[in-house]
């Protein structure tokens, strides 16, 4: 019990460092709409949170058994693939995606594959679906509606139904209650 009440408090502690991130994701857009530079910052937030998305993603198949959990990992790195390929291919982005991670999405790599509570694995994937989702909405939304690159424009348009219909998804999911 006391074990669980541990890892509860780590796991609030990591998704509340998250949710700082979400809002300078917007900030640092809107800094940047207009100058140039906006066009590298969303792809470099872009390509991110898709290289985390999958990756958060195959920790959840090889170890959870949760049957909805497990479908929408499928789904989410199947469509973030299609749409890391899709940005690569596009020429406005290919000399502004990151090789890597950054360091907070590494961090809550780190904290998922390190979990070995099931239910509290569950739970803690489907919150950083979540708070990556509203982030990724934000941030496609601040460009399909300001950006300055239309290919990448357009991209950002063409991709924010998606990115809402996953956000949709994971509030609907309906991880295990630790008990």
């Known amino acids: 019990m006391r074990r669980r009440a541990l890892l509860t408090a780590t796991l609030t502690a ?3 460092a998250g949710l700082a991130g979400t809002a300078s994701a917007q900030s640092l ?6 100058t140039g530079s906006g066009a590298n910052t969303f792809v470099q937030l872009a390509t991110t ?18 049957p909805q ?8 790195i ?13 020429p406005e982005a290919t000399t502004r995606s990151p090789a890597a991670l950054d360091e907070r999405h590494t961090n809550l790599l780190l904290t998922l594959q390190q979990q070995t ?3 509290l694995l569950n739970r803690y994937y489907v919150q950083q679906q979540i708070e990556g989702h509203e982030e990724a909405v934000m941030a496609f939304e601040t460009y399909a509606n300001g950006g300055d690159v239309p290919a990448l424009k357009a991209f950002a348009q063409r991709h924010l139904p998606t990115i ?5 998804m994971a509030r609907a999911l309906q991880a295990p209650q630790a008990g």
């Open 49 to 66: 949170t898709d290289n985390f998305e999958i990756e958060s993603s195959r920790v959840i198949l090889a170890r959870s058994q949760h």
């Open 78 to 90: 199947e469509h973030h693939t299609m749409m890391s390929a899709e940005l690569r291919s596009l």
């Open 14 to 16: 990591t998704l509340t």
């Open 29 to 34: 857009l809107e800094r940047f709409a207009g």
């Open 117 to 119: 509570d099931i239910d």
């Open 164 to 168: 809402r219909q996953h956000l949709a």
């Open 69 to 76: 959990i497990r479908e929408y990992a499928q789904r989410m």
